[in-house]
């Protein structure tokens, strides 16, 4: 039996990208250098058509990350017609706040400086991540210090026009800790390089609830109501933040969700994320 199939093109084919070196950074108590990596998903169709890029940043409490861990979902983002970059950071056994969002906006920096090489819109950039990644969400879109751009493609901006954090910490003065030694060894002491509970003006000012400012980006805030992780309540206290504002934010709560839950990869939420980036960075 023999078939023809005329089969019309209408979708660009996708070039995956890993290990891509966008920075070099110091290793080893300063003796050596190690590169600084991504992975990259983007449309490939020869039209010289653009897309706009989202950034996703991996969780981990900012001591364990993979950039590689949700390329299967991220290529949902592909599908619809964006450029996804899942970029690497060091995490706080290599160094303290603010190590990482460094790191991030230097991989921001790095797209924008190559965006004619992986057909990204320079002027539509949005970030996502979970729960470590989502407090560096946060901080990218906030934190406009210029002195978190760091390494090269400084002549680059840093910014994002769009952030979806999932149950994201957003402010680690907040978290509830028995006493101070045990807030020596919790994850957002590990990561401001000092006890939180201790210096706890320190640690509001190194938290996404100092940064809320009018000119926020839209915000597309994901938590679910049952995390034993980072309280829901971390969510609510920006999303407030953000609404006196007067920002442009929406709060997804999923009921009963814990952290990280499977909830979290259904199509029904990632069908939300979609819409949200497609409203705001195209």
Request: one cysteine or more; charged letters at 25%.
């Amino acid at each position: 039996m023999r078939e023809k199939l005329n089969i019309k093109k209408t979708k660009p084919q996708y070039v995956a990208v890993t290990g891509i070196t966008y920075a070099q950074v110091d290793s080893w108590f300063d003796h050596c250098r190690r590169d600084l990596k991504l992975d990259l998903i983007y449309p490939e169709d020869m039209t010289g058509k653009v897309y706009p890029c989202v950034v996703w940043i991996c969780g981990g409490a900012w001591l364990r990350m993979d950039k590689s861990a949700h390329l299967a979902y991220l290529s949902k983002l592909a599908d619809k017609g964006f450029v996804v970059a899942s970029v690497e950071y060091r995490t706080s056994n290599e160094g303290a706040y603010p190590m990482p969002i460094q790191d991030v906006k230097a991989a921001i920096r790095y797209l924008r400086a190559h965006a004619d090489r992986y057909r990204i819109d320079p002027q539509y950039i949005g970030a996502m991540g979970e729960s470590a990644g989502g407090y560096l969400t946060c901080m990218a879109a906030l934190d406009d210090d210029p002195a978190l751009d760091t390494g090269a493609y400084l002549e680059y901006s840093s910014q994002i026009q769009a952030a979806c954090p999932w149950y994201p910490p957003t402010d680690a003065s907040s978290f509830h800790y028995d006493d101070p030694e045990q807030a020596a060894a919790a994850a957002e002491s590990l990561l401001m390089g000092f006890n939180v509970m201790r210096n706890v003006k320190e640690a509001e000012d190194n938290s996404p609830v100092s940064k809320v400012t009018k000119d926020a980006p839209p915000f597309l805030i994901i938590h679910g109501t049952d995390d034993h992780t980072v309280p829901f309540e971390q969510s609510e206290i920006l999303y407030e933040k953000l609404t006196k504002n007067g920002c442009d934010v929406k709060f997804i709560e999923l009921e009963g969700a814990d952290h990280a839950d499977m909830q979290f990869f259904q199509d029904e939420l990632w069908n939300r994320i979609i819409e949200f980036f497609d409203e705001k960075l195209k």
